[in-house]
């Protein structure tokens, strides 16, 4: 064989190694941290059926997850979280307990001007759970942003600063202005931030504005590529705000719950595009601060 077709060939396969090489670089970047979910449901078609405790646990620890907030429609399957203490410390899950709104689907449309989900919330706030007192209120939706000026948002914004409760809203820019204007100093996560998907410019003005607003980022669109990494504009902005924001998987059906392996895989491939302590602060350090837990979690 004449040499020059063996360099050829030789580069040729050079080239390939270092083509599949990069790739198996690329596959293997992972955040490899602990990570807290800001947004995770344990409504009863989970809990009751497809997904009891010891297997929503098991989720969570091979994903590598020390620590959720749990919400749910209705409350009892928070309240199942919170009351499988032994199970979730042998799981290493810490269990932060909201409460959600819903007593049933017909609640999503009308709560923010419905006086008995205002006593509803008051009740549960002061049962507590067996995992202790509740740390904050929601998820809740606002479908059009206006109502976030019905009587019972008003109230329940206020009564979450009154009382250092963090409030999970899932809602768009227009009724974070409104909600904050309620309660100037309440804690506010933005669930998704912007799942209508809000410029990234408008992003960084609302978090500039309002100190003690934090983003949540599941479903958030434009936040990643076609090959699951960070899009420039959202890498920017994580650089700049990585105190703000907080990794979720928004386990609202069982399919969510069935793949909560996978949700959590791709957040840790986007999150390895971030210098290190920047990673760790949106996957465990901005929760862990938010809820006064230990800014390492406790060994297993």
Do not use: C
Not at 247 to 253: A, F, I, P, Q, R
Request: proline share 5%; glycine share 8%.
């Amino acid at each position: 064989m004449p040499r020059t077709l063996i360099s050829s060939r030789a580069r040729v396969a050079a080239a390939g190694l270092l083509w599949l090489g990069l790739v198996g670089t690329a596959l293997a970047q992972r955040y490899t941290g602990p990570i807290f979910d800001a947004h995770l449901h344990y409504n009863e078609e989970a809990w009751m059926s497809a997904h009891p405790v010891d297997d929503a646990l098991a989720r969570l620890q091979r994903s590598g997850v020390r620590a959720i907030v749990a919400n749910s429609r209705p409350n009892d399957g928070t309240k199942s979280l919170a009351a499988a203490r032994e199970k979730t410390a042998a799981a290493g899950v810490t269990v932060v307990p909201f409460v959600r709104l819903y007593r049933n689907r017909a609640d999503y449309t009308g709560w923010f001007q419905d006086e008995t989900i205002y006593e509803m919330v008051l009740s549960e706030l002061a049962a507590g759970t067996a995992a202790g007192p509740y740390r904050g209120l929601g998820e809740f939706h606002l479908y059009e942003s206006a109502n976030a000026n019905g009587a019972v948002a008003r109230k329940l914004m206020q009564l979450a600063q009154a009382r250092d409760l963090v409030v999970l809203a899932h809602v768009d820019d227009t009724a974070i202005d409104l909600l904050m204007a309620h309660a100037p100093q309440a804690r506010l996560v933005w669930a998704h931030t912007g799942i209508g998907g809000a410029p990234v410019a408008r992003v960084r003005a609302l978090l500039d504005k309002y100190p003690r607003l934090m983003g949540e980022l599941s479903y958030r669109p434009g936040l990643t590529g076609a090959e699951g990494g960070l899009s420039d504009e959202w890498k920017a902005l994580f650089t700049s705000h990585s105190e703000r924001f907080l990794v979720g998987s928004d386990t609202w059906v069982n399919a969510r719950w069935a793949g909560y392996e996978g949700l959590m895989a791709d957040a840790r491939r986007w999150l390895a595009d971030l210098p290190e302590p920047a990673a760790r602060r949106i996957a465990w350090d901005n929760g862990a601060r938010l809820f006064g837990l230990p800014p390492v979690p406790a060994a297993r």
